[in-house]
DNA sequence: TCAAAAGTGTTGGGATTACACCCATGG
DNA sequence: CCATGGGTGTAATCCCAACACTTTTGA
């Protein structure tokens, strides 16, 4: 293309260029207390190309509609809760990566609480939750954007205290921990990592007692609304081993 | 203009769905290794809307044209370099984001070396380089843009020994801190910052000196490339005060 | 001879790691 | 009463920040 015969086209700036498919797709990242694993939540493709493949869960970019919208539409139909926390990750477009038609991607990843929803949400969509070391092939570049996505939660889990967005209300230490082990894929050493924690005034400790994991019970904890908020716009670093 | 119309889908999955213009935009730093300062380059914008103000230099996504190779033949043809330094930024696509007309941009930044070319440059193009704590009033979302790209520069700078792309073949230690200055904008100590640089093995130590400077005159460095690409692919971490 | 930048080491404090044993309790 | 997971503290080390003076040389 030639710079300055486009800018001398004053009137026509827009005119005579190419409009593309855009579609939004969302690595969705749960963390299931009790198997204590990370998971992401992916889909049986019901339509061609690739009917019948595991794949992200999408959706087109329409008329009028802001891409953060077309992918919070997407993860609030898909759940029926609003306000999840969701973060656009990267954008696909090679003119190859769709072989039906040509469709630029932006993808999106977003964090939310598995509970007990978590099977209504596989009846309804033909869906599982997969363990993040356990992602079966996926269609198109669904499998980079995953890759990417989990190398991009690493970073924003060292740098900003995410485990409110992946935990229930209440929470054992324990749960907690595993749930940076299974961000980081490696083991944390405990005591280290409970004074590291604790001092950040970001958990507070209940009167309650977890007992499904031991005959003692574990104090569950819930986080600091205030220190959380402090730590989002202050800024936080954490690290372990 | 009817968009739709331009567009022929063959298949069921896609038709239906709303085409739409793509841009990609470019954020593109430069340091001035005279002035220590850290630029940015912009553009008077010749074409309506917003024709005379300052904009980033962008292009439309061609039909067939994968999303990093347009964003790299606008630096391309800016510069006549090829290989220069490149990365996605973040998409950016409200609906209204552009008076014109729906366009979603892909925003990319870049890092390149201010030599002699810099007059060339700004001849040719109407364009500016401004210091990044002194960027004027941009169009549309393009200040937005910026702002996000400087925040990500600052991350990247500690995570990846980026100053190869910014600084010329030969470099003083002085000029070397000084883009980390600016990168952060904060003061570094001297003796620290020199130690700590030293100690990574990423500068070899030239017999010449510059002595534009100073009387004594200050030694020259230049990277180890070996080096170089072995922090790029293990992972590096830096950090000043 | 002096102004202006280049260059150079040490020390104290804080943070991080490594590491092992007692506690509580339900079955 | 014992097996299982919950919970706790300390010492050694490393890393980082703070800090001031000497050197060189052109004008």
């Known amino acids: 293309?030639?710079?300055?015969?486009?800018?001398?086209l004053s009137n026509t700036y827009y005119y005579g260029n190419h409009p593309?498919?855009?579609a939004v797709d969302n690595i969705i990242f749960g963390f299931d207390t009790v198997e204590e694993r990370l998971k992401v939540?992916?889909?049986k493709r019901l339509v061609e190309p690739y009917a019948g493949e595991w794949s992200?869960?999408?959706?087109?970019?329409q008329e009028g509609q802001n891409i953060d919208d077309a992918a919070s539409s997407v993860l609030e139909e898909l759940t029926g809760i609003t306000g999840l926390y969701l973060e656009q990750l990267k954008t696909y477009g090679n003119a190859d990566r769709d072989t039906g038609e040509r469709v630029i991607s932006i993808a999106y990843y977003s964090l939310l609480k598995l509970e007990e929803d978590n099977a209504q949400l596989r009846d309804q969509h033909d869906s599982f939750w997969f363990d993040i070391s356990e992602v079966p092939n996926l269609v198109l570049d669904h499998g980079q954007m995953v890759k990417?996505?989990?190398?991009?939660?690493?970073i924003k889990a060292r740098r900003s205290p995410i485990g409110f967005e992946l935990l229930p209300e209440k929470f054992t230490l324990r749960q907690f921990k595993s749930l940076y082990e299974q961000i980081y894929q490696a083991e944390i050493d405990d005591r280290n990592f409970r004074k590291k924690i604790l001092a950040t005034g970001l958990l507070d400790k209940l009167e309650e007692k977890d007992k499904t994991t031991s005959k003692k019970g574990a104090f569950l904890y819930t986080f600091n609304k205030e220190k959380y908020d402090e730590y989002l716009s202050r800024g936080f670093d954490i690290q372990f081993h």
């Open 1 to 8: 293309m030639n710079l300055k015969k486009t800018m001398v």
């Open 20 to 22: 593309i498919l855009v």
């Open 41 to 43: 939540l992916l889909f």
């Open 56 to 61: 992200l869960i999408g959706s087109f970019v």
């Open 148 to 154: 990417d996505a989990i190398r991009k939660l690493k």
